[in-house]
């Protein structure tokens, strides 16, 4: 009996030794989630974190700016040289520019630096215009008379308008003498493309003999004096008041038979200018407007 019961523990105590053998295994599949976390964190802390987002600017970028600017500042020649037309230059204040604007006299002050200053800058876009159409239309090519044609009706046109019809009425008196000089400067090449273009249409036989200086002094005196007439609201547009104006100086007043025309081409002389000297130059003669 004894013998028995020792069969029997032994019997019994096989399973229980199993058991030890199975605990790590179980133990081991448990801790292979821990690894895969870190793995993952790993990886996370690899990839690069997304850039930052910029923060939206309120200010337009400067190039917009500068073209915002000039616009602006091209707003008050503009309404100056309005005033300047209707009222004169002595009589328009800069309160009354602001005033036009919707502004404050002191926003002035961002874009021009006085009155003074104005005005140079909206006789000097008047010039401008008038220099800028003369070269394209000489660029152009063609004979002398299209040229002249095209460089009479550009400025009998830019006479119509604000800067060129401020350039006549208030002229360059107003201005510091040094403002002067550069504005009868650019006056002066005008004249000059004008006696160029008159002396080679003398020479190609478009126009009859005469004196270029003078005649050219004709052409631009009777198209500046537009600018001094003109309302905006009258009868004619810039383009009528050009053309008629044009047709006259080109044709003449009076009306004569196509013979006698002819024969007044041919025998006409030729006025000289007298000679100047020292003083006594006229400001015709010394080139003047």
């Not at 002035?108 to 003369?134: A, F």
């Amino acid at each position: 009996m004894p013998h028995a019961k020792v069969a029997t523990r032994r019997r019994s105590a096989t399973p229980t030794a199993a058991a030890p053998s199975s605990a790590p295994a179980a133990k081991q599949v448990k801790l292979a989630k821990p690894v895969k976390k870190a793995a993952k964190a790993e990886s996370a802390l690899a990839a690069p974190a997304p850039a930052p987002t910029a923060a939206a600017s309120p200010w337009p970028p400067v190039s917009h700016r500068e073209r915002q600017r000039e616009a602006k500042r091209n707003a008050v020649l503009q309404a100056a040289a309005q005033l300047f037309n209707e009222r004169g230059f002595h009589a328009t204040s800069l309160d009354d520019i602001a005033a036009r604007l919707n502004v404050t006299k002191p926003t002035l002050y961002y874009y021009v630096k006085n009155k003074d200053e104005i005005l140079l800058q909206c006789v000097s876009k008047g010039l401008t215009m008038m220099l800028e159409g003369i070269d394209a239309s000489r660029a152009a090519g063609g004979k002398a008379i299209d040229q002249l044609m095209t460089c009479m009706q550009v400025y009998a046109r830019i006479v119509t308008m604000d800067f060129g019809m401020c350039l006549i009425r208030v002229g360059d008196e107003q201005l510091p003498p040094e403002s002067r000089k550069e504005l009868r400067r650019l006056k002066s090449a005008i004249d000059q493309e004008f006696r160029r273009l008159v002396a080679e249409g003398v020479a190609e036989g478009s126009l009859q003999p005469c004196d270029p200086k003078m005649t050219a002094f004709v052409i631009a005196g009777a198209l500046s004096w537009i600018g001094r007439w003109y309302q905006p609201d009258g009868e004619y547009t810039p383009e009528q008041v050009a053309q008629q104006c044009i047709a006259t100086l080109c044709d003449g007043v009076l009306r004569r038979p196509a013979a006698v025309i002819a024969d007044s081409a041919v025998s006409a002389p030729v006025p000289q200018p007298k000679p100047a000297s020292g003083k006594a130059k006229t400001r015709a003669q010394r080139g003047g407007g």
